[in-house]
Every structure is written in C-alpha cells, then in structure tokens.
C-alpha cells in the first residue's frame, strides 16, 4: 500500500531519509490522478524496503504542495537526501516511473 504523506509526516517521510522518496501529489476530483494510482499501488509494494512511494492529497494537505509550487496534478516529485532529483508532471506509465525509480536507486 503507498505511504500517505501528510503535511504533518512530510519533513520526516521525505526530507529527512537518505532514500529515496517518490511524492504523487494528487486529489480525488482529478480524473488523470486516478489513472495515476494503481501505478503508484503498484510501486509502493514492488519497492517496499528500497524507496518510500506514496501519496499526498493536494486538498487536504495545502502547505507542501505550496512550498513546492504544485500547480498541476498529478505532479511527481522524487527527493533523495532531501533534495528534489526528478520530477513528472501528468500521466505516465508504470514503466517510465520504474526507470525514473531504478536511475535514483544507483
């Protein structure tokens, strides 16, 4: 199952690992974001113990995806050592997530 980060959980979830975090910024009136879903499902659990993968819903969580200037969603954000290393923005394949995943891994 994806993590749920939170506004609350973000700092300590995503900033403060030395892996790698993968952040869907999403909210649940976005047809695109539900396309998006099952990929990241499917993620958090093929790489469980090797990456934190979630989600952060953009309406109920307003502070971060400010910061972070979130403007479209579905938005990727990829953060290793706290710092943004990739990002996507729309709908893609679990496939293009996967190398994108697999680059930051190594």
């Known amino acids: 199952m ?7 959980n973000f700092a300590d979830s995503a900033m403060d690992t030395e892996g790698l975090a993968v952040v869907d910024f999403w ?3 976005c047809g ?6 099952p ?4 993620l958090a659990s093929e790489y469980d113990g090797k990456a934190t993968i979630g989600k952060m ?4 969580n307003p502070e971060i995806p400010m910061k972070y200037g ?9 953060f ?4 943004i290393v990739d990002r996507h923005v729309g709908t893609t394949t679990k496939q293009a997530l996967m190398e994108k995943i697999n680059a ?3």
């Open 2 to 8: 994806a993590f749920e980060f939170t506004d609350t």
């Open 27 to 29: 909210a649940e009136w």
């Open 32 to 37: 695109p974001c539900r396309l998006v879903t």
């Open 39 to 42: 990929i990241i499902e499917e």
């Open 57 to 60: 819903n953009v309406d109920t």
């Open 70 to 78: 979130i403007r479209s969603i579905p938005t990727i954000l990829f």
């Open 80 to 83: 290793k050592g706290g710092e």
């Open 104 to 106: 930051h891994l190594s």
